[in-house]
T-cell receptor
């Protein structure tokens, strides 16, 4: 298996531009997660999907961020407009077993991370 | 919400010395996972603990889950330069999603 695939690996853009990050999860995994990692804030969960449905987007910083999962093999994270404070490494991860527990929350099996996209907003 | 704290934030050891990182939660956990992230890399799953008091070993690494299922530790015996990286715990509460700890960055020098 190729593992989780992310593109692009590096993205440099100017403030105000739209940025789209892409992720292909491992085939057969039913949960997908988007994380952001910075030195100051560590690893932050932005949003996760279970069977292509967004379950919890409470980690999305603001309305400039949006994520979609149109099918089981593809997801996007979009930032519009981008700002310098969005500069970070964005990871996508997939998990083979995720389930809804009480309150619509989810427990999960091992997460397999992609190589990440290093985003720099000038 | 659930909070997961790791200590220390950073540790620098000489090769051959032991290393331990601790993960503490404010709530009872269903399970806990440990991940390692090499510099410039992505988090890689190491192990999952589920049972109270569980201890698992992987070569020089020993993982422990507390009796009350609120804390966990990772101990590395006789560190090597290949152990360099950041170690994260990731905990799932009884009714909450997987939450990553703040991480412990390990530096090993000769």
């Amino acid at each position: 298996d190729a593992g989780v695939i992310q593109s692009p690996r590096h993205e440099v853009t100017e403030m105000g531009q739209e940025v789209t990050l892409r992720c292909k999860p491992i085939s057969g995994h039913n949960s997908l997660f988007w994380y952001r990692q910075t030195m100051m804030r560590g690893l932050e969960l932005l949003i996760y999907f279970n069977n292509n449905v967004p379950i919890d987007d409470s980690g999305m910083p603001e309305d400039r961020f949006s994520a979609k999962m149109p099918n089981a093999s593809f997801s996007t994270l979009k930032i519009q407009p981008s700002e310098p404070r969005d500069s970070a490494v964005y990871f996508c991860a997939s998990s083979p077993l995720g389930q809804i527990t009480s309150g619509g929350l989810i427990s999960t099996d091992t997460q397999y991370f992609g190589p990440g996209t290093r985003l720099t907003v000038l | 919400g659930q909070q997961v704290m790791q200590i220390p934030q950073y540790q620098h050891v000489q090769e051959g010395e032991d290393f331990t990182t601790y993960c503490n939660s404010s709530t009872t956990l269903s399970n806990i996972q440990w991940y390692k992230q090499r510099p410039g890399g992505h988090p890689v799953f190491l192990i999952q603990l589920v049972k109270s008091g569980e201890v698992k070993k992987q070569k020089r690494l020993t993982f422990q889950f507390g009796e009350a299922k609120k804390n966990s530790s990772l101990h590395i015996t006789a560190t090597q330069t290949t152990d360099v990286g950041t170690y994260f715990c990731a905990a799932t509460g009884t009714a909450s999603k997987l939450t990553f700890g703040t991480g412990t960055r390990l530096q090993v020098t000769l």
